[in-house]
């Protein structure tokens, strides 16, 4: 025969063998899940051995449905697995929803089958075709340092391709081997978790050097405690980067709600000269709107709930300005050139908006959602998670202060404003309406607050005393900064936010606190106009 | 026996600069009243609140003293009021050891954090003498070192204030944890007895009431003198123009902290009294709003005159005791009311504006009597 | 004006003899050093902008000297260096007997070594009485515990009558400064300063806004001070300069640009391009 029918006729025949064997394979794969509803525990037990040499994924869901209490049998006979939310049968292999003939009879597993169950799973699942179950399944297997794994984990190693899925087999190897009788195979275990693992080792590894009640090392052998060490050192090193990393960026976002508050008041203090003592509760204002628009999204517009954030911004924004502007003109207009009188009337206004809030909004703290797209975080390594919605408020504090610089530097109302803080009697004569610049430029200091009000509904609990605790910390930036200059505030509100957040693991988070004031009581002593004053004589 | 006709001379013309004749008068007057006659009439529920009262007072005065006369404004008093209050709250603590609902030598709360011996700073305030001195001494010290370093620092004005704020604040914090060693948020509190009289007992809190009251009547004639004498003639000169002061030789640091540190001393002093009175002192007493409502007090009543501070403590406390009882909700808009409204149209405060209302008086008085030329403005007799 | 111009040594230029209103004559003595102040080689700067440069004055125990210069020569720096106000970056100033440096110490230091300052704008104690200004400014004691004890002895109460004598406010001692007119304040800050009884008496302006009479005035009450006191006055108007200068001082761009009587001075065509050209 020519070589061309050869090759056809052992084709065919290849496919008549390969579908003769599936189709004998798929029956079996079949009686082998039909056999876990058995009544007979031997026969339970011999179906699951066989599923494990069988060896096929698709079983997987089968045997998880039965260990987890969800395999029924219908009324016809046959295996059934049951979804309680959608209250589905589904068919055990093909995962398919069928009209399962009722009654659905629950199938009994007793703990010996579980047992018997367990490692087949883990076997199962190594084997499935998705990568992230196998990963899944890989770090399963190395948290549980289960002997009896070995062979498995060997196994799906020489076939894995995946390099992630590799490291976490290779990492669960290394557990089972850190009991080896072997010291060199425990040495090599320490290599690879040195390598591979993270702080979950750290107990196992930390075992082998510390003592046992007889005073003994717990591991005899020293060159393998030497390696024990050094896993235990730098797994503690990359803890301490972990936590120095995740106070930075702690550090850094509240910064970004200090810097939008002190922002605001660089605006009405620096420039104008105004200390206000309400500024605080414009941040609270800005918080509480959003909570407003949150509850009116809620209820009129649920579907578009994710996107109240977007439109609680603008009102935020235009609200605290609004509010700002009013007391500008009703108040704080009459007491230009008094500032120790404003401070107390200002101060008497927080009274009343705080009031004026815990009428209408109740005295407790109110709930405000990250929407979804806020929710959780980036994962750099292992433990360490830095959540979007800090990242975001920085990000928003960053456009913020450009916005603002841009505003004073470039337009036209930025400049009216520089003139009008320099000499106000010359930007008089100049046909600049101080008054309106007054109202406007108090109006967008509140405003900003606002803002901060809005980052800061996203990060902690809002409650009518909000801006309190906001208000002795943004005067400071701005004592610390230099009085005049934004730039001063920028980097007082960086440094105090993130020299707050460093000072917290070392002195907790109260005695911190402390220290920072204290350094800047003593600052000011040294140094009166601040970090970035605008040259000349200190007058207050 | 001339060296003594001498000294007479001097504490009699001293007195007259004091007060007039009948400012004299005045002020004895109001002492018995206060001092015999509403600890007589007064029923026996209210003399402690009334005790507090007179507490407030001095506070008030020492404030003025700062603030209306040498023109420091400090929104931190509360923190050496407070610190004056727990020098006797330790006082009070030592002296019923053992008696706390643990049985120990060590107060209740010390107990409760497993601590097994008193920490340094508790020894000695078993005896009165020690408790009172050092509960004006300590706050004292910290007067002269935060003072020293800020005037010399020429930190005024706003600045000062704020900075007065941080400090309070600072505290507070310190005083709100418990490894600080003084009862944490809970404060200092379930006391039994002062020298040996029971707290609890009606005559006691006379005692304490007329003690109070004696207090108040040195702390004014105190002030008094102070603001009557040269120096008070030369912190109104540096409130007003310190350049021109400096020039004139005056050392200002030194004048500063000299009013300053008094002026802490006799907050603590009254911080001192009216922790027996209330029976309980907490970190809550420095907080921050607590030092601006003292302000308010001054400003309300008319700073730079030490019977409107008086006037002002008591209108604006009775106010709150009033409507925090009878309409709750609506005391903070008082409160803050009265911020605004002291500031914007009462900058001299009731007694301050009184003067100007009484020149002007005296003034029609004058034209309805004789025509033009205009009367010289009229001396204020006060009080 | 070229900048080799205006470097140039000051031209000193001998006053004829007997023109000095000190006691002493022209020769010093050993008694009492016949300068009163020395002001060496201040120099000040702002920032690279050099208010004074390399200035030095010379005072003559009991003379009455004028410094003038256009605005900005530097003649309140020079004033606010010797009192204290202002740190000079290089240079000394010494008081009679050279002992002490002033340029290290503080105002109330040099105030109480006795150097008596008037400013430009009339600076007294609006809230306080006319007797209590002459008072707080009286020569004596100046602690905490002296002014919390003091009483007014009836010698400091002759003092301060004699005080308000010399300035004519004594029918208004009882009258609150701040209702004073505007002359009436000059008067009562010189009085005060006059209290102090200082050795040298700096006085900024002390005729603007005031008018002709009072002008009149003010230059009798200066020249009667001259002897007793060492007097400098910085003024604009010339009139006033006129008539009661004796040395004189110009000042321009921070730097001494002449010094001699007035009548020499008058005729420096250095002064008169520099007067007329601002």
Known sequence: MTARRAILLGAGGLLLWLSFSSAAHAGMLEDAVQGLASSSEDKVEDSIRSLGTLDDARAWPALDALSDDRLRVGADGKVYIWDSKTHDAKDPITLAVVQAPRPLKEVEVSNEIRRVAGPVLAQLRLGSPSAGERLAAAEELSKAGDAEATTLLHKALDREKDPKVRDALTLAVARVDLASPSADARVGALQIIKKLGNDEFLSAVQRMVSKNDQGQFNEPDAKVRAAAQEVVDAIAGQQRLVSVVGSLLHGLSLASVLLFAALGLAVTFGLLGVINMAHGEMLMLGAYSTYAVQTFFQAHMPGAFRWYLLAAVPVAFLVTMLVGMLLERTVIRHLYGRPLETLLGTWGISLGLIQTVRLIFGAQNVAVANPDWLAGGIEITHGLVLPWSRIGVIGFVIVVAAGVWFLLQKTRLGLYVRAVTQNRAMAACMGISTKRIDMWMFGLGSGIAGLGGVALSQLSNVGPELGQSYIIDSFMVVVLGGVGRLAGAVAAALGLGVVNKILEPLAGAVLGKIAVLAFIILFIQRRPQGLFAIKGRVDA | MSALADVLAHVGARMGEMHSRRGWLLLAVFALLIAVVVPAVAPAYLVPLLGKFLCYGMAALAMDLLWGYAGILSLGHALFFALGGYGMGMYLMRSMAGEGVYRSELPDFMVFLDWHKLPWYWHGFQSFGFAVTMLLVAPGLLALVFGWLTFRSRIKGVYLSIVTQALTYAAMLLFFQNATGFGGNNGLTDFKRILGWPLQAPQTKTILYVASAIALVGTYLLCRFVVTSKLGRVLRALRDAELKTRFCGYESTNYKLFVWVLSAMLCALAGALYVPQVGIINPSEMQPSNSIEMAIWVAVGGRGTLTGALLGAWLVNGGKSWLTAAFPSAWLYALGGLFVLVTLFLPKGIVGAGGPLVEWLAKRRAQAAAPPPVAEPVKQEGT | ?278
């Open chain 3, 1 to 278: 004006m070229s900048v080799a111009e205006s470097t140039a040594p000051p031209e000193e230029i001998e006053p004829p003899l007997g023109q000095h209103g000190s006691e002493e004559g022209p020769h010093p003595t050993t008694v009492a050093p016949p300068i009163m102040l020395w002001a060496e080689n201040l120099t000040v700067s702002f920032d690279g902008f050099k208010a004074l440069d390399d200035v030095t004055l010379l005072l003559d125990r009991g003379e009455l000297r004028c410094i003038i210069g256009p605005n900005g020569a530097g003649k309140t720096t020079l004033m606010d260096v010797i009192t204290g106000k202002t740190r000079p970056s290089e240079g000394s100033v010494y008081l009679e007997s050279r002992l002490q440096n002033l340029t290290q110490m503080s105002e109330c230091q040099i105030a109480e070594l006795g150097i008596g300052r008037k400013f430009q704008r009339p600076t007294v104690f609006q809230g306080h009485s006319v007797f209590e200004n002459c008072e707080l400014a009286l020569k004596g004691a100046k602690g905490v515990f002296h002014s919390l004890f003091a009483r007014l002895s009836k010698a400091d109460r002759e003092r301060i009558e004699e005080v308000l004598e010399t300035i004519g406010l004594a029918d208004l001692r009882n009258r609150q400064a701040g209702l004073l007119a505007h002359g009436q304040k000059q008067w009562l800050e010189i009085g005060m300063l006059l209290a102090q009884n200082p050795k040298v008496l700096f006085i900024d302006e002390p005729v603007a806004g005031m008018t002709q009479p009072e002008m009149e005035r003010t230059a009798e009450l200066f020249r009667s001070l001259a002897g007793k006191h060492t007097v400098v006055v910085v003024e604009h108007d010339m009139e006033f300069v006129r008539s009661i200068a004796r040395k004189v001082t110009v000042l321009h761009e921070g730097r001494v640009l002449a010094e001699g009587p007035m009548d020499v001075i008058q005729k420096n065509e250095r002064v008169i391009e520099v007067y007329l050209g601002t």
